[in-house]
């Protein structure tokens, strides 16, 4: 069983950045690729970001890519969201994932259903 628990979550005017922490606990972190997922009102649960075991490989949506950065620190066992140049579409309650095993077990990593544990999530609301 794993625990994750996000944070860093805001409002922040369009242009602005933030920093999205997601804490886990309980099983050896190392064995988790972990990924970022969002849902706005009304709308479908998307990928947004995902990291592999060691973070030596990393994925972006089209969406956000060159302007997020996920990272991990497994001494830590945190992985992290960077959000720069933040646009209203941006607005979401963002949710982190982890995947026993690494990115590649169970399904595709940008399927959410394809991870094992998720978080509680944290809002973003980005204002124009």
């Known amino acids: 069983q794993v625990q994750l628990v996000e944070s860093g979550g805001g409002l922040v005017q369009t242009g602005g950045s933030l920093r999205l922490s997601c804490a886990a606990s309980?099983?050896?972190?190392?064995?988790?690729?972990m990924g970022w997922f969002r849902q706005a009102p009304g709308k479908e649960r998307e990928f947004v970001a995902a990291i592999s075991r060691s973070g030596g490989s990393t994925y972006y949506a089209d969406s956000v890519k060159g302007r997020f950065t996920i990272s991990r620190d497994n001494a830590k066992n945190t992985v992290y969201l960077q959000m720069n140049s933040l646009k209203p579409e941006d607005t979401a309650v963002y949710y982190c994932n982890a995947k026993l095993g690494g990115l590649s077990m169970g399904g595709n990593y940008y399927e959410h259903t394809s991870y094992n544990y998720w978080g509680q999530g944290t809002q973003v609301t980005v204002s124009s």
């Open positions: 309980g099983r050896t972190f190392s064995n988790y690729g």
